[in-house]
């Protein structure tokens, strides 16, 4: 049972690895990387800097100098009145100040304002605003001419006589004369800047302070058209507020004539308040009759159902009272008498009898005359409380009458006295207006006045140039930060590592580069010792063209420089596997064209010089290349064996000493058949008794299927990378093998470029082969 790599141990459980370790890639990017990406990109982040600088100047240098003059003004939202009138704004405030100030800063930039300074300063000679043109610089020329082709594109059609607009100035030098004028306000503040640029100072001075003349004249003329048009606008409502006064007056003095009102009684309450003391007698008087009606009426009540004797009438009247006793104490003697003698025969007690009915008839007598008189109050009583109700009702008829009377005779005269006051008011504020017309005002201050500047506000060169160089810096840097990021190359080991999970066994130079492309004496000391026999098969002709990388560095004494990487992958090989170490190594890539084949040749002839039989085995039946590379015919080989044809031993070669080569032999219809026997699997199994090491030269992974077979036969896979391998192709061939259970010994990462940036700072080739020995003592 074949043990597991260490490595793979480590990549499988990390969290059992043993403390200290540390796998290259694990680590975030740090400026090293940066600095590498930037070194290698330094042509093209250099051409950006100075292409940027160079179009820059090209154009700062050429552009004509402008002259930037400045004036600050001070605006206010209300001027200071010359005179205490109640001038109309020329902008009422509607949404406050900010209104205001948009508004001015509108004013100061606007077509009209413009056409006027034009026309003061009689600038539509001037080349700047249409004249006649002056020399220009290129640069300059060749904007202005590049203005003048759009305008003429996309301006409306000029028809003749619109050569000067409504405003008296031709459009085109409005259009310059705005372009040129920059309207600044100073925020937190009520300043506000007016900057003008020309290549004349002393024209860009004139024409801001001739802006600012008649922005200032523009709003006090503003102003004194609005009172103008105030005051003839009350003029013409003054007649009709004349004739209103007049008819107000004529109607109040129409109703008081047919309501008989008096003029001076409107003014006193007299009248007023004796119809009110007079209601309030009425009133009081009627509650006291209605009192006594109540009174007066209860005791009718007792009257009606025959209770007369309870009446108060009867009750106080001292009479009456007198009356009951004696008609009491005369009924008792009756009563007494009665019970001894008989009526009508005994004289006392019929005189008894005939006294106590005068009395009682007296009584009774008295009791009626005392209702009668009870009965004739109250008729009095209601017949009065009718009479007053009736003048109450009379008197509040009166007091509505004289009110409504008075309500209307207050609105006529309230309307007279407002037509009086409102045409008093008018005529005064004609005569304000007429005297505040031409009172000069205004809310603009004049804070500086603008002089001739002594510099060019642009183009400002040195900015311009220091702006160009960074961006084209940040630019190139970006750049080739973006390609970086789309190069899908592997291109280090610390990548290998992090994309593949497998170790990096070594980097092999591009021999072809350090022979051929200006690496000079390190490039002849790094190939010294080579095995030249091997160098001359491979440049014999009977192998075809060959390229540059067709070469083997591993000298027969074992002492050629580039020979020791080929020494070093070796090494890792044979301490890949614990316990033993691999017998049969597959060399393979996973696409063509990496190299695999020169690399199986160097591993093979490095495996010869520490093992006694070594033999190599070209494995890629479909294009075979390791006999063109040692110059050996491939009559017959791997193919001849598998099918039979030929004996193991008639076809096996010796290269060099300890080195034996196995060719692919003849042309195979279906190598992919030969390959999967069972008897590949016996005859690699006998040839790893036979030789101390196997080194197979397989197919690539991706195109066929070839390696992956051959993978499960040997010990551990060689993964050859290229320069222009993509990491997706090579995950994929790692993912293939893996997939059927091949153990994979590392990645050789092959014709590096040692001149490279990617490499600068572990590039073993320029440190150490590329120094020249010491001089002989």
């Known amino acids: 049972m074949q043990e597991v790599s260490p490595y793979i141990v480590l990549r499988d459980h990390q969290a059992t690895a043993p403390p200290g370790y540390h796998r290259a890639g694990d680590d975030p990017p740090d400026l090293r990387d940066y600095w590498v990406v930037i070194r290698k990109r330094q042509r093209l982040i250099a051409a950006f800097f100075f292409g940027a600088i160079a179009l820059t100047a090209l154009v700062v240098f050429n552009l004509t100098p402008l002259y930037t003059a400045k004036g600050t003004l001070l605006l206010e939202a209300q001027a200071a009145p010359v005179l205490d009138t109640k001038t109309p704004s020329v902008a009422p405030e509607i949404s406050g100040e900010h209104d205001f100030y948009k508004t001015e800063y509108d004013i100061l930039q606007s077509r009209s304002l413009a056409a006027k300074v034009i026309d003061e300063l009689n600038l539509t000679d001037n080349p700047l605003f249409g004249g006649k043109p002056q020399n220009q610089g290129l640069i300059a020329g060749w904007w202005s001419a590049a203005r003048a082709w759009v305008h003429r594109l996309f301006a409306p059609p000029v028809e003749p006589?619109?050569?000067?607009?409504?405003?008296?100035a031709a459009p085109g030098a409005i259009d310059a004369?705005?372009?040129?004028?920059?309207?600044?306000?100073?925020?937190?503040?009520?300043?506000?800047?007016?900057?003008?640029?020309?290549?004349?100072?002393?024209?860009?001075?004139?024409?801001?302070?001739?802006?600012?003349?008649?922005?200032?004249?523009?709003?006090?003329?503003?102003?004194?058209?609005?009172?103008?048009?105030?005051e003839q606008f009350l003029q013409n409502k003054l007649a009709d507020l004349k004739e209103r006064v007049e008819k107000s007056e004529a109607a109040l003095n129409a109703y008081r004539r047919d309501h008989g009102v008096i003029a001076f009684s409107l003014d006193e309450k007299g009248k007023g308040q004796m119809i009110e003391q007079r209601l309030t007698d009425l009133n009081n008087s009627l509650a006291k009759v209605e009192t006594d009606r109540i009174e007066l009426e209860a005791q009718h009540d007792l009257i009606r159902r025959g209770e007369a004797d309870s009446l108060p009438e009867v009750m106080q009247n001292p009479l009456i009272q007198n009356l009951k006793q004696q008609v009491a104490q005369l009924a008792a003697q009756y009563a007494a008498m009665s019970n001894q003698f008989n009526p009508g025969f005994y004289k006392p007690l019929d005189d008894l009898k005939a006294k106590l009915d005068q009395s009682r008839a007296q009584l009774a007598q008295e009791i009626n005359r005392a209702a009668k008189g009870v009965e004739s109050d109250f008729s009095a009583t209601a017949a009065r409380q009718q009479m007053l109700e009736q003048e109450i009702a009379r008197v509040k008829t009166r007091a509505l009458a004289l009110n409504d009377a008075s309500l209307q005779d207050a609105v006529l005269a309230r309307e007279v006295d407002a037509s009086r006051n409102l045409y008093k008011s008018v005529l005064e504020r004609v005569r304000e207006l007429d005297v505040s017309a031409d009172a000069p005002s205004s809310s603009v201050s004049v804070v500086d006045r603008a002089e001739p500047p002594r510099y060019p506000s642009s183009p400002r060169k040195a900015l311009s140039l220091g702006l160009s160089g960074f961006l084209g810096l940040t630019g190139g840097i970006g750049l080739a930060f973006?390609?970086?990021?789309?190069?899908?190359?592997?291109?280090?080991?610390?990548?290998?590592?992090?994309?593949?999970?497998?170790p990096s066994l070594a980097l092999v130079p591009d021999f072809f580069k350090l022979t051929w492309n200006g690496y000079g004496y390190g490039a002849r000391r790094l190939l010294k010792g080579a095995s030249k026999k091997m160098i001359e098969a491979s440049d014999s002709p009977t192998c075809g063209k060959r390229s540059g990388n067709d070469l083997i560095v591993v000298g027969e004494d074992g002492r050629s420089p580039a020979g020791e990487l080929y020494h070093s992958i070796c090494t890792a090989l044979l301490f890949s596997q614990a316990g033993q170490t691999p017998k049969s190594v597959l060399v393979t890539s996973a696409v063509e064209g990496e190299g695999k084949t020169v690399t199986a040749l160097n591993v093979a002839a490095a495996f010869a010089q520490t093992s006694d039989r070594v033999l190599l085995i070209d494995g890629d039946m479909r294009k075979p290349r390791c006999h063109e590379i040692l110059g050996i015919a491939n009559h017959s080989g791997l193919a001849d064996v598998l099918t039979g044809q030929r004996d193991i031993d008639q076809v096996v070669h010796q290269t060099v000493s300890g080195l034996y080569f196995l060719s692919a032999g003849s042309e195979s219809p279906n190598p992919a058949a030969l390959i999967g026997s069972a008897t590949m699997r016996e005859l690699l199994a006998t040839l790893c008794e036979r030789y101390d090491r196997v080194v197979v030269d397989a197919p690539p992974v991706m195109p066929v299927s070839d390696a992956t077979m051959f993978s499960t036969m040997t010990d551990g896979v060689l993964i050859i990378v290229g320069g222009a391998t993509s990491k997706r192709n090579v995950r994929q061939a790692c993912a293939k093998l893996r997939h059927v259970g091949a153990r994979i010994f590392g990645v050789v990462l092959n014709r590096v470029d040692a001149a490279s940036p990617d490499y600068y700072y572990y590039n073993p080739y320029k440190s150490y082969y590329s120094r020249k020995p010491s001089a002989p003592a």
């Open 161 to 168: 006589g619109d050569a000067f607009d409504a405003l008296g």
């Open 177 to 230: 004369y705005l372009g040129m004028l920059k309207i600044e306000p100073e925020y937190g503040t009520q300043l506000v800047r007016v900057d003008f640029s020309t290549p004349d100072p002393q024209l860009s001075a004139r024409v801001v302070n001739a802006h600012i003349e008649a922005y200032i004249r523009r709003g006090m003329e503003l102003k004194a058209d609005t009172a103008r048009n105030a």
């Open 482 to 502: 973006f390609l970086e990021f789309l190069d899908d190359r592997l291109k280090s080991s610390e990548q290998i590592e992090r994309e593949l999970r497998l």
